[in-house]
């Protein structure tokens, strides 16, 4: 027997299960009341008649014709978007893998902008472009606002960095020899790519596409915005069902229908995760990219940065514009007075309370977040513990407006009498906020050496020091990256917020949606105003993200 090169295995420490069940109480217990128990009571209050279940129901929503065109649509515009968003974002994934060229770095920042933004302001910058009285109506009096192609672009806008990230972080990575080596045998360029680099990035590609596709299964915002009375997806009908006709029972049949679509996307994404990460021949990223040579990798270099100036660039530009329309920034200063009908309070409060929000609900992601990943990341985590990590993600496509709407009628007795209480909106804003924590933790904890810990713990050091000493220090970077994507979703959630937000205290998103559903150009331009103001908070949380970011692997 070789001894040199037998790996033992690392006895469990004495204690484990207590600790990682210590770990997982507060993440559980957060789940459990703020998002399971909500999402039930629901389902269960639109199935139930007098104590019996409506079973019968499930069949008469899913057969009635209205609802099945929701679902053809909600699938259709979702795979439509995902088609588009591959063949429009992989020429920027290659771009940024394999070149190096100046000012690199700045647009890796301009393409991830667009995700960390709020849908109603990504909504909102495609009505300025393409709406009536938009970019276009001016120039050429072409309007797309009442036409999918509005959704499915501001759906691209959106998700293009999801596919740059994820399928860059792993191109990146790929050895170009091997691609090199099959040209020498006589293989074109294109063939080349096609055998070898391909196929290496299929699992990176397929889930960048579930990731894609999911977000634009579950799309509200930019749906409500863009696509009016003529389209309406799962999660706009739903809203629709609970909010103005008050059919509990359609809602909580399209929640269910909508929770096994999302359940089934989860499972096969973490199907291709896990291909992802069998054994490739990879490299440091900074020694594959060089800089272009030739016209045909100078014109794809062209044709990336002509796709990012129009596709990313242009319409938040026409919403900065759009913004200044009135002479002397008279939309802005509109925005200081409550004479609009619209609010109780002046619009620009909206700026501070959403601020106060998002840093309470930051504080409630990276508590919970962390507690999660720290538990997940332990080697000896069972498979209930690993199960948990799906379920983590569940909030990212679960209904927000069913979260929101559960929290009216589950949390108004005690204990838990919230709904008078400012603290439920962060804590809505922190589910979403979670998942992001748990992703971005996860990998640096997991490649923290137990030994480390194991030797602190031997030399007399309790739990909590051995966080402090060994953990902390490794991971303060990323836990501030996390913190960081925890604000900006936070900041711009809106599903769940446009329930239980109060009036006198509208938040950022809320109150955009308020002033776009009144007619009139004041409401028109303070809308943008706010709008242009999310953006920004939004985008200067980014840039500090991109300082921040030490790895290579392209995840979010």
């Given at each position: ?17 207590a ?10 217990a ?38 099945g ?29 394999r070149y ?23 909504g909102?910058?495609?009505l ?8 276009l109506?001016d ?13 499915l ?38 063939a080349?790519?096609?055998r ?18 999911l977000?634009?299964?579950t ?26 006709i008050?059919?509990l ?37 900074s ?12 014109a ?12 990313l ?19 802005y ?6 004479d ?9 409060t ?6 106060r929000?998002?840093?309470?609900a ?6 919970i ?7 997940l990341?332990?080697?000896?985590a ?34 838990l009498d919230l ?20 992703r971005?933790l ?8 137990e ?8 030399l007399?050091?309790s739990?909590?020091r051995?966080?402090r ?46 002033l ?11 809308a ?21 970011r030490?790895?290579?692997?392209g995840?979010f």
């Open positions: 027997m070789d001894l040199a090169r037998t790996e033992v295995a690392p006895r469990p420490r004495r204690g484990g299960n600790a990682r069940l210590g770990l997982m109480a507060l993440p559980v957060f789940f459990a009341v703020f998002f399971a128990y909500p999402v039930t009571a629901i389902v269960r209050r639109g199935l139930r008649d007098g104590g019996s279940w409506q079973w019968g129901r499930i069949a008469e929503v899913l057969t009635d014709p209205g609802i065109h929701v679902l053809w649509f909600t699938t259709w515009q979702a795979l439509a978007s995902t088609a588009l968003t591959l063949l429009l974002a992989l020429p920027g994934a290659q771009v940024f893998a190096d060229f100046p000012g690199k770095q700045l647009l890796r920042a301009v393409v991830t902008v667009p995700f960390v933004l709020p849908t109603v302001v990504v909102t910058a495609f300025a472009l393409v709406g009536r009285g938009g970019l109506d120039l050429w009096g072409v309007r797309l606002d009442t036409t999918v192609w509005a959704i672009l501001a759906h691209v806008f959106f998700n293009y960095a999801v596919v740059v990230r994820t399928v860059g972080g792993l191109w990146a990575q790929l050895d170009p020899r091997q691609e090199e080596a099959a040209r020498m045998l006589g293989a074109s360029r294109f080349a790519w096609r070898v680099t391909l196929p290496a990035l299929g699992p990176a590609v397929a889930a960048a596409a579930l990731m894609v596709f977000f634009t299964f799309s509200f915002g930019v749906v409500q915005i863009l696509g009016g009375p003529t389209f309406s997806t799962l999660e706009v009908e739903i809203y629709r069902q609970t909010s103005q008050f059919d029972a359609t809602a909580a049949v399209l929640t269910l229908v909508q929770f096994l679509a999302v359940g089934a996307i989860l499972l096969v994404h973490a199907w291709t995760v896990r291909r992802r990460e069998s054994a490739l021949r990879l490299v440091d990223p020694l594959t990219a060089r800089r272009p040579r030739g016209a045909g990798q100078w794809l270099l062209g044709s990336v940065l002509l796709t990012v100036g129009a596709l660039v242009l319409p938040p530009a026409v919403l900065v514009q759009r913004s200044l329309d009135a002479p002397g920034f008279g939309y200063r509109a925005l200081t007075h409550d609009s009908g619209v609010f109780l309070v002046a619009p620009v909206a700026i501070g309370t959403s601020l929000y998002a840093v309470a930051t504080l409630i992601a990276v508590l977040g962390g507690l999660a990943a720290a538990a990341a332990r080697r000896d069972g498979r209930l513990v690993r199960g948990f990590d799906a379920l983590l993600m569940l909030p990212l496509g679960v209904s927000a407006v069913t979260v929101g709407f559960g929290f009216l009628i589950t949390l108004d007795r005690p204990p709904r008078g209480s400012w603290i439920l909106v962060p804590l809505a804003q922190a589910l979403v906020g979670v998942p992001f924590v748990v971005t996860l990998p640096v904890l997991r490649a923290v050496d030994r480390l810990r194991e030797a602190a713990a031997v007399g050091a739990p909590w051995v966080w000493e060994v953990d902390l220090p490794i991971v303060r970077r990323a836990l501030l990256i996390a913190a960081g994507f925890a604000f900006a979703v936070s900041l711009g959630e809106f599903g769940a917020t446009v329930f239980i937000a109060r009036p006198d205290n509208p938040t950022l998103p809320v109150a955009v949606a308020r776009l559903g009144r007619p009139g150009d004041l409401n028109y331009g303070q943008m105003a706010l709008s242009t103001i999310l953006m920004v908070v939004c985008a200067v949380a980014l840039l500090v993200l991109e300082r921040l030490t790895d290579g692997t995840e």
